[in-house]
């Protein structure tokens, strides 16, 4: 049997994706893993600070807070999403999201950096250029990388709410098993 240290938390740090946008909280991935980790007897705390309509700018002003009220472990970093939506920036989001990766690092707090992508519609410089900054943040970083959220989820509209953008219930659990595939081999002493 595998002996754990005390329970400590996991930070997931997103947007609406990852706090449930339109549907009931239990049924968004972070919740999913909650139940995961229960079922699998791993002593951990899934706390969801996400917040739908979040930008990395806006995320990087309250991270320090969220980190100071759940000292976590482990931090999900899951923004950019809304940055790119809007157009924003990338080398702003690229900035964002370094200064949250360094203050968790600051702390010893382990990353699992996100990835996101963008519909093709943005344009293939737009969209390249945008989902590049995470695989580059994380190997700069060394930090635990997912390459895309929403990565296996078919293209058909059963997958989607009505907006076309927010995954349904049904999508949660590929969501929660995309992330994880990386997670996992973090939380085994």
């Given amino acids: 049997m595998i002996s754990f240290a005390e329970n400590e938390n996991i930070l997931v740090f997103g947007d609406s994706l990852s706090a449930g946008y339109g549907l009931e909280r239990s049924d968004a991935w972070p919740s999913l893993m909650q139940t995961r980790l229960t079922q699998l007897n791993i002593p951990y705390s899934i706390i969801n600070h996400s917040i739908s309509g979040e930008t990395t700018q806006g995320g990087a002003s309250r991270f320090q807070t969220s980190l100071d009220q759940t000292d976590p472990a482990i931090v999900i970093l899951a923004l950019g999403a809304n940055d790119g939506l809007r157009g924003l920036s990338v080398k702003s989001m690229h900035m964002h999201l370094q200064r949250m990766i360094d203050m968790a690092h600051a702390r010893q707090t382990r990353v699992v950096l996100v990835g996101m992508r ?24 060394n930090t635990a990388f997912v390459p895309f959220l929403m990565q296996g989820l078919s293209t058909g509209l059963e997958m989607y709410q009505a907006d076309g953008l927010h995954p349904t219930a049904g999508a949660q659990v590929q969501m929660m098993e995309n992330v994880w595939q990386t997670l996992h081999p973090m939380l085994i002493p």
């Fill in 118 to 141: 963008l519909p093709s519609n943005y344009g293939p410089a737009y969209t390249d250029m945008f989902h590049q900054q995470y695989k580059k943040l994380a190997e700069k970083n």
